[in-house]
C-alpha cells in the first residue's frame, strides 16, 4: 500500500471511530509501527489528528456521512470480501449487512454481473451505485448513525417482503457455547430478521472477533452455514466449527 492510500485509510478511521491505536492500525495497514508513527506524524501537521501515546485522536467531530464517503478497506478487509464474493453467483439476490468490512465485500460483488444486492447499509448502497450497474434495492428504515445503516421497524418490513438466495452479514462476537453477538441492539434484531428469513448465511468476522462476546446476543452457532475469516482466526475455535458443521473460509 502506498504511503497516500495509509494516510487516507488513517484519516477516514479516525473520522469515523474518532481515535486509532498504533498496534491495530499497523497490523490492518500491515505496516511496521515506525511507518505508522511517520504517517501520524504527516496527519497531525496537517491537522487532521493528534498524536497521543499508542495512537492518535480527531481534531474534528465524529462524522458518519464523511466517514462512509472516504473509507478505505484495508489489505485484510479486502482478502476476506473477495472471498465472501466468491461464494456468489451470477443470477443470485442477495443481502448484504452493514459494517465496515461489508464496503471490501461490495468492492468485490461490483465485479459480478447479473447480482441484485439487498441492504441496509448506507456505505454498500453508495459504492454499489457508484460503481456498478447491478441492481440495488436499499431498505427503509430509521439511521443508525454509528452503524452508518437503516434500521427498526420500517427495514425490517421491507426484509419480508423481499427473496434472496443468502446473506452476507457482520458480527461483533463469535465465542463457543456463547455464540454470535453484536452491540447495537436496534441492529440486532435486523440481523435476526435476516437469520430467520435467509437460506444461507455467510459471516464475516475477523480474527479479533473470535473468543470475543458482545452485549447483544444474536444467535447460536447452528444459525451460521459459512464464517469468512482471517488467517489469524484460532485454528482451536475453528476446529470446533468445523466439527459442528460449520464451513470456515480464511483469506
Given at each position: ?6 494516510r ?34 504527516h ?39 473477495a ?26 460483488i ?49 426484509l ?15 465465542q ?7 452491540d ?44 469468512v ?8 475455535m475453528?476446529w ?12
Amino acid at each position: 500500500m502506498l504511503a497516500i492510500e495509509r494516510r487516507q485509510a488513517i484519516a477516514s478511521l479516525i473520522r469515523k471511530q474518532s481515535s486509532v491505536r498504533l498496534k491495530d492500525l499497523s497490523k490492518r495497514l500491515e505496516a511496521s509501527a515506525s511507518t505508522i508513527r511517520r504517517d501520524l506524524e504527516h496527519l497531525e501537521q496537517q491537522g487532521v489528528l493528534k498524536r497521543i501515546h499508542g495512537g492518535a485522536v480527531s481534531l474534528e467531530p465524529t462524522s458518519t456521512s464523511a466517514a462512509m464517503q472516504t473509507e478505505t478497506p484495508s489489505p485484510h478487509e479486502m482478502r476476506m470480501g473477495a472471498a465472501a464474493a466468491n461464494l456468489v453467483a451470477e443470477g443470485e439476490t442477495i443481502f448484504v449487512g452493514s459494517g465496515s468490512i461489508m464496503l471490501a465485500v461490495a468492492h468485490h460483488i461490483a465485479q459480478k454481473r447479473d447480482i441484485t444486492v439487498v441492504t441496509n447499509a448506507l456505505n454498500v448502497a453508495t459504492y454499489l451505485t457508484t460503481h456498478s450497474e447491478l441492481p440495488v434495492i436499499l431498505t427503509g428504515g430509521q439511521v443508525d448513525r454509528s452503524e452508518g445503516a437503516l434500521v427498526g421497524h420500517l427495514a425490517e418490513l421491507t426484509l419480508r417482503e423481499l427473496r434472496a438466495d443468502r446473506a452476507i452479514i457482520g458480527v461483533k462476537g463469535i465465542q463457543i457455547p456463547d455464540g454470535l453477538t453484536g452491540d447495537s441492539l436496534p441492529d440486532v434484531r435486523l440481523v435476526r430478521t435476516v437469520l430467520d428469513l435467509m437460506p444461507e448465511v455467510i459471516v464475516m468476522a475477523d480474527s479479533h472477533k473470535w473468543g470475543h462476546v458482545g452485549p447483544a446476543f444474536l444467535a447460536p452457532l447452528d444459525a451460521v452455514d459459512v464464517i469468512v475469516t482471517d488467517l489469524d482466526a484460532p485454528p482451536a475455535m475453528v476446529w470446533d466449527l468445523t466439527e459442528l458443521g460449520i464451513k470456515t473460509v480464511q483469506a
